[in-house]
């Protein structure tokens, strides 16, 4: 089944070789972007039936795209594409609204594969994501923690842990510095760390960067 989408990334390559492969399958792309505040207007405006996002994009990082989009009166469906971990990101994914999430180390074909099934009405996850599961079964220890934070703190902690600093973490997500202070002790606070050194260390062990 042929359909209008809109691919976001942040990457040029893939969003070039993304488009390259849905054009071969019969796709039509009406629009590409590199940040969520884009992808949220074209969307909008477009009515496009399906979305290619990934998570780590500028202005909006694609959770908050995702739930953004389940405001509009739209059938459009949205295919997660991403190179974070489906063991943190996939739940938070399908609750805020994706049909699908997968993973770019994915063969492209699977990505076909994938867009032609989420467009006949079926989901994918990986093997071994229940999505149907509760978050407290889900989580455990350290993850549990993790789980427990809000999207955007999700985005913080991971931005902290790659030692961006709060002023370019207030730039990228469109709040003050003082804001993204006051997220940074919280995340110290919910997750038990001492220091960004900490902070960094629990986001390594559990695969965020």
Same mark, same amino acid.
């Given at each position: 089944?042929?359909?209008?989408?809109?691919?976001?990334?942040?990457?040029?390559?893939?969003?070039?070789?993304?488009?390259?492969?849905?054009?071969?399958?019969?796709?039509?792309?009406?629009?590409?972007?590199?940040?969520?505040?884009?992808?949220? /207007? $074209?969307?909008?405006? =477009?009515?496009?039936?399906?979305?290619?996002?990934?998570?780590? #994009?500028?202005?909006?990082? %694609? *959770?908050?795209?995702?739930?953004?989009?389940?405001?509009?009166?739209?059938?459009?469906?949205?295919?997660?594409?991403?190179?974070?971990?489906?063991?943190?990101?996939?739940?938070?994914?399908?609750?805020?609204?994706?049909?699908?999430?997968?993973?770019?180390?994915? /063969? $492209?074909?699977?990505? =076909?594969?994938?867009?032609?099934?989420?467009?006949?009405?079926? #989901?994918?996850?990986?093997? %071994? *994501?229940?999505?149907?599961?509760?978050?407290?079964?889900?989580?455990?220890?350290?993850?549990?923690?993790?789980?427990?934070?809000?999207?955007?703190?999700?985005?913080?902690?991971?931005?902290?842990?790659?030692?961006?600093?709060?002023?370019?973490?207030?730039?990228?997500?469109?709040?003050?510095?003082?804001?993204?202070?006051?997220?940074?002790?919280?995340?110290?606070?919910?997750?038990?760390?001492?220091?960004?050194?900490?902070?960094?260390?629990?986001?390594?062990?559990?695969?965020?960067?």
């Amino acid at each position: 089944m042929a359909c209008r989408i809109v691919v976001v990334d942040d990457h040029p390559v893939i969003r070039v070789a993304v488009r390259s492969l849905l054009i071969r399958d019969g796709h039509e792309v009406v629009n590409e972007t590199d940040n969520g505040i884009e992808a949220v /207007s $074209f969307i909008e405006k =477009l009515q496009p039936d399906l979305v290619l996002l990934d998570i780590c #994009i500028p202005l909006m990082d %694609g *959770i908050a795209v995702i739930e953004r989009i389940q405001k509009f009166n739209t059938a459009t469906k949205i295919i997660v594409f991403t190179s974070l971990s489906a063991e943190h990101y996939a739940m938070r994914c399908v609750k805020a609204g994706a049909s699908a999430f997968i993973s770019k180390t994915d /063969s $492209f074909d699977m990505l =076909l594969d994938i867009v032609r099934k989420v467009m006949s009405g079926y #989901i994918y996850f990986p093997e %071994g *994501i229940n999505v149907s599961r509760r978050k407290s079964d889900f989580f455990a220890d350290e993850m549990e923690m993790i789980a427990s934070l809000s999207n955007r703190e999700l985005s913080v902690f991971r931005q902290l842990s790659l030692g961006m600093s709060n002023k370019a973490i207030a730039e990228d997500i469109m709040l003050s510095a003082k804001t993204v202070s006051c997220y940074k002790a919280r995340l110290m606070d919910k997750l038990n760390v001492k220091s960004l050194v900490d902070l960094a260390d629990l986001a390594r062990r559990n695969k965020f960067i």
